[in-house]
DNA sequence: TATTTGTGCAACCAATTAGTTTCATATAAT
DNA sequence: ATTATATGAAACTAATTGGTTGCACAAATA
């Protein structure tokens, strides 16, 4: 299937997830111990994390290790970007104003 | 209800919304005819963009414009700053290995 | 070898979602 | 005053979601 990041990242439980594995690659059983539902819940959240590569696996004997795929975290910065100019922007607007007002006290 | 940001920005249809209404402030109709599905159906994404705050209301008359609320925006590059923190010292050890390289090359 | 452990997958279920059609209402135009 | 327009809300529906339990299977351990 198809997975989308913005989707992905919609679920509270997937970004919990994301914030535990940022700081160390995970195993599902050590997650599941963070949540109230069962590991099979958890590894579903891990099996669409996966899909849309915002976690990597990494396979150790009958363990696997999630961690996080930062690159892909990107993505989603990648597409605030272009509303960033805009906020930008209105802070430049701001200082305009303030710059004005600040002259004129002189 | 409440809303959340991450799951308002979830759905393509309201992420389309967002853009458009990003560049100037449009009416409900304005913005369904960019869609395929009904007026309703675009009235009812506005209501949840609006609910989370990431949209405001202008009225005027009888029309009703929607504009973009950057701020709100601004959230979810909040949410992203902690692992912008991890991208960011990615590239400072991939500088640092390519430092060593390039002394070694001397 | 037999048993325990770590994991994913399938089947099922209740809740939510995104869409539809049909309305009600307020403002604008004739 | 009547009609047309802009909009939101309600009722309904099909699809999706997030959860469950029960299973299968491979790797580790006894």
Redesign the interface.
Known sequence: MRR?V??A??D?TR?AI??LV?SQAMTPNALAEHFDSSRQAVSKHLRILTECELLKQEYSGREIYYE?N??K??E??K??E???K??EN?FNELDKVLATIKSKKK
């Open positions: 989308d913005f989707q990242i919609a509270p970004r994301i914030l940022a996080l930062v690159t975290m990107q989603v910065d597409w605030l272009q509303y960033k805009i906020w209105r």
